[in-house]
Nanobody
């Protein structure tokens, strides 16, 4: 069983930065960040394969967001720079505890989810 606990959300002005963290317990093969804005579907933002550190980003955040991990702390991070109002959403940490999948376009690839942390961006 994997437990995920997110932290680091908050309010920031456009152009600002935030860093989200997700503390994970248990083995994970891959982890990812998703987000959901009011009235919109949840979308994948970034994903990392735990063993290789290989990362993948949604086009909308490439060059602005960085996903990383601290294996010693079993913690996943999302550094978000140059935030824009369209980045405002509830951000969720997700994980998969077996190999394969890990597609940002497929929520079903991830079998564990955190409760979410809110990010607000004012213009």
């Amino acid at each position: 069983q994997v437990q995920l606990v997110e932290s680091g959300g908050g309010s920031v002005q456009a152009g600002g930065s935030l860093r989200l963290a997700c503390a994970a317990s248990g083995y994970t093969y891959c982890m990812a960040w998703f987000r959901q804005a009011p009235g919109k579907e949840r979308e994948g933002v970034a994903r990392i394969l735990r063993s290789s550190g290989s990362t993948y980003y949604a086009d909308s955040v490439k060059g602005r967001f960085t996903i990383s991990q601290d294996n010693a702390k079993s913690t996943l991070y999302l550094q978000m720079n140059s935030l824009q109002p369209e980045d405002a959403a509830m951000y969720y940490c997700a994980a998969r505890d077996y190999s394969g999948g890990c597609r940002l376009a497929a929520e079903r690839d991830f079998n564990y989810w955190g409760q979410g942390t809110q990010v607000t961006v004012s213009s």
